[in-house]
């Protein structure tokens, strides 16, 4: 999983001892392909969903970051304003299936 330069910078910059980085990788472990994480962006150019106007993100709410969880109905379950995936991750875990811990057969 390779992030954007700018959002790299970001995390190194950030204080916080567990990366979005971290976080990222971890939901992947637990939820496989059920979890997918992406960044909507106010630019023209990048890996991630494009908002060069700003209107998505003004209609969302978002005045500088924010994390959404869209469920696959596209409602969606759980946002908070900043970069901390901590509480999606809480969020998720009430939902979904760690793959690890599932049982088989």
């Known amino acids: 999983m390779e992030l954007p330069e ?3 910078r970001k995390i190194e910059e ?3 001892p567990e990366t979005i980085r971290d976080v990222v990788r971890r939901l ?3 939820y496989g ?3 997918h994480v992406t960044r909507l962006e106010p630019s023209t ?3 991630f969903l494009l908002d060069p106007t700003g209107e998505a993100l003004a209609r969302l ?4 970051s924010g994390v959404y969880v869209v469920r696959p109905d596209g409602y ?3 946002r908070c304003a900043g970069t901390s995936l901590r ?3 809480r969020w998720l875990t009430r939902w979904l299936v760690d793959r690890r811990r599932a049982r088989t057969g």
């Open 87 to 89: 509480g999606a991750e």
């Open 76 to 78: 969606i379950g759980y």
């Open 14 to 16: 950030s204080h916080d």
């Open 61 to 64: 709410g978002v005045r500088e």
């Open 6 to 8: 700018d959002i790299r």
């Open 45 to 47: 150019a990048g890996d």
């Open 33 to 35: 392909d059920a979890v």
């Open 28 to 30: 992947h472990e637990r």
